[in-house]
Structures are given as C-alpha cells and as structure tokens.
C-alpha cells in the first residue's frame, strides 16, 4: 500500500468558527481583502478571483479561540507574488491592524488575529530554487521582514486597493497539538506527509518538498484539551489529491489505523486525533 500523499497534494477550503458575522466579514472583506462570494444565515465564503478560500461559519455567543486547546493555531493564506503581499500589509496599516512578522528563507509572512482570536498567516514564497535543502530537511528561520521592500514593490498601491488576486490560496495550516510524537505518528505515519522541518516544540511536514503543508506545536497546547464547539476556531480542513488512486490509499490507510472514514462525493471525511473535521477530495 502507498504510505505516502502525492506531489500534486494540495490544500483546498479551510473553515473557522466565528461569533459575529458582520464583524467578522468586516474583517476578512475590508481589512484582509478577500471577496465574499456567497452568504447565508449560517455561513459565508470568501476568496481570490472568483475561487473559494475561506469559510466562515457563524456561531452567535461562542468565546473567543482559547491557546490552551488544541486545534487551530493558524490559517495561512498563500499570495501569488511579493507586490501582493506589500499591497496587504499597506491595506492592513491603513485599517490599524496589528500584526506579527517574519523571513522564513522560504517566505515572507505577516501573523494576525482576527475578532475571534483565530490566527490567520498572510505569506509569499520564494522561488522554489531559492529554499535550501540538507537531505530531506528545509532550511527555515525567523527572521526581521523587509517591510521597505515589500511596501516599495511595484503596483502596491493599486493592489491594496483591491480584493486579493485571482491564485490566492490556501497554503497550509498550523496545529496545535498536545504531544508531538503523536503528531507525527498520526499526520506522517498514517497520512503520508513527510517531515520537513522541526524548531523546539514544533514540527513541519509536506507532501512533494514543499517547505510545509502542515505544521504543528506543543508551545501552550502541551497535554491540552481539545477543541470546544462553544469555542471559535478551525471548522474545516481540506486536503486535495490528485487522483482517485492516492484518496483511495489514504483512506485505506485512515480505516488500518481504526480511524474511519465517511464517503463522500469525489472522497471522503475524517476526523484527527484533536477533532479537525477533514474533507478529502479529488483536485480540479
């Protein structure tokens, strides 16, 4: 049986519990700049283009994201090139946003919060030939942002007057976990990524050498809690792959390690150790 997920793996809509709906698009519409696309009483999503991204699921007096639980430690929003990046942080400014930064050698991020307390990264990565590679680990770092440059880049100014550019996407999720060896039992062992990087408390996987698809840490969620539903956070995670071999594999995988799986069109579901609901489905 294949043991691990495909170079064409990829990462599709994510989803987050929030308490306010019109606070929160507020946030994600005229702050972060991603479209809404669709609403409901229940519900929004949001994207890039016309492309879905982002789901909102309202849930009227839930508390803030707690760090102590597992789950969600942040969303990371990809951008398709480095002006994007500089046109969000100059939309941001303008919105008094605070944020977080860093270099990753890989990438360039930017860490915010939104009125939930869920953490969403907004990042640019290098060109591929730019990461450094010792065997199979990425070289990876913390490093000052260059905000002149970012904010100097060309068309900054007119980008951040608009919505997020068609290829914006989802680039990877980070977990909080409460032991690392299960993580990397359950998301290595059982799912197929690759371990690609670790720093203290924390560990990095992919699948096709990516930098990461997945990241996950113990650094306030050491032996936490799960999740509550009466809590915001990450709702949803999908994983694409890129043909019915490679989803049929891992849900055999899923159902040899007693974690089952539910059918669904073009895939299935199934939930982690840490109660993330996944959707598994062909990529189009």
């Known amino acids: 049986m294949n043991d691990r997920l495909p170079d064409g793996f990829g990462l599709g809509l994510a989803a987050l519990r929030v308490s306010d709906a019109n606070r929160a698009l507020d946030f994600y519409v005229n702050k972060v700049g991603l479209e809404l ?25 839930i508390a803030p ?62 060109p591929r030939e730019e990461w450094e590679w010792r065997g199979d680990q990425v070289q990876m770092a913390n490093r000052p942002l260059d905000f002149k440059g970012l904010l100097a880049e060309p068309e900054v100014e007119m980008l951040a007057s608009k919505p997020m550019k068609a290829g914006t ?46 990241g996950t840490n113990v650094w306030e969620s050491r032996n936490g809690p799960p999740p ?31 974690f089952p799986a539910s059918a669904q069109t073009d895939g299935f579901s199934f939930t982690d150790p840490w109660l993330t609901p996944i959707t598994v489905k062909l990529r189009t």
Do not use: C
């Not at 009483?41 to 879905?52: F, I, Q």
């Not at 990877?172 to 039992?185: R, T």
């Open 169 to 214: 996407r989802i680039g990877h999720v980070h977990l909080e976990v409460d032991d690392l060896a299960k993580a990397k039992k359950f998301y290595g062992e059982v799912v197929g990524f690759a371990p690609t990087a670790t720093l203290p408390g924390a560990q990095f996987l992919s699948a096709g050498r990516y930098h990461h698809h997945l």
């Open 37 to 61: 696309l669709t609403r409901s009483d229940t519900a929004a999503t949001l994207g890039a283009g016309g492309s879905e991204i982002l789901r909102l699921d309202f849930r009227p007096g």
């Open 228 to 258: 509550s539903p009466a809590t915001a956070g990450l709702s949803q995670m999908t994983f694409e792959l890129p043909d019915a071999d490679s989803i049929a594999a891992l849900k055999a995988r899923l159902e040899s390690a007693d």
């Open 65 to 126: 994201r707690d760090y102590r639980e597992t789950g969600l430690y942040h969303v990371a929003i990809l951008l398709p090139d480095r002006a994007s990046l500089g046109a969000v942080i100059a939309r941001l400014a303008a919105n008094d946003v605070k944020l977080g930064a860093a270099d990753h050698l890989v990438s360039e991020a930017i860490y915010l919060w939104d009125p939930d307390n869920n953490g969403i990264e907004i990042y640019r990565d290098r």
